[in-house]
């Protein structure tokens, strides 16, 4: 045999292990790396879904308090009148209730609380409770509350001349026109 032939024959032999080699995977390792793939593919379809499922709740939130706000808006208006009204939105999802009721300050003194009465102001507490679906289908709850100075009803103040202790007029008596004041233009006063 040849120098050249033992080459070949070596060379046949590394080539016949390397075959061996490269015939491919077990069945048990095929099947393990199924299963790793399907648990890996479960937590994403769930970790998808969640995160779907919060798009729809953080949703439903952003319009009971868009619903509560302007609810709280239209209740700001004049005149404010103490009462309750009711109401739906969004097809009914989205109930609403704005309760108007007088309200003392904690730690109000008796003598602001008269004027107050005398010149026909008080404070009034609006509030504004929204109900809608929460996650799961349990029903949500949001409140709003602000608190607005307005004319009382049946105070004095409503009893008085026009223009006196509503706001308007800066507290005149009578209805002509206010002339603005004059300033010398030399310098000295008048």
């Known amino acids: 045999m040849s120098r050249f032939d033992t080459r070949r024959g070596a060379m046949r032999r590394s080539a016949g292990s390397r075959a061996g080699a490269a015939r491919g995977f077990s069945l048990l ?16 379809f769930r970790l998808f879904g969640g995160a779907l499922a919060n798009v729809g709740v953080a949703e439903d939130a952003s319009r009971a308090v868009l619903v509560a706000e302007s ?14 009204e009711s109401g739906t939105e969004d097809e009914g999802r989205i109930a609403w ?3 108007i009721e007088p ?13 107050s009465q005398v010149l026909g102001t008080g404070l009034y507490r609006i509030r504004v409770e929204v ?20 004319r009382r ?24 026109p206010m002339t603005p004041p004059s300033f010398p233009t030399d310098g000295r006063a008048r």
């Open 103 to 115: 309200w003392d300050a904690p730690g109000i003194s008796g003598e602001l609380s008269t004027a």
């Open 131 to 150: 109900r809608y679906p929460g996650a799961g289908g349990r029903e949500r709850t949001l409140e709003l509350a602000s608190v607005k100075l307005a």
């Open 71 to 84: 609810r709280l808006a239209a209740a700001r208006g004049d005149p404010l009148r103490a009462g309750t």
């Open 153 to 176: 009803e049946g105070g004095l103040g409503s009893a008085l001349a026009p223009g006196v202790g509503r706001g308007s007029g800066g507290g005149r008596t009578s209805e002509r």
């Open 29 to 44: 390792e095929v099947l393990a790396a199924f299963v790793i793939l399907a648990l890996v593919v479960t937590a994403l």
């Open 97 to 99: 209730t704005t309760r």
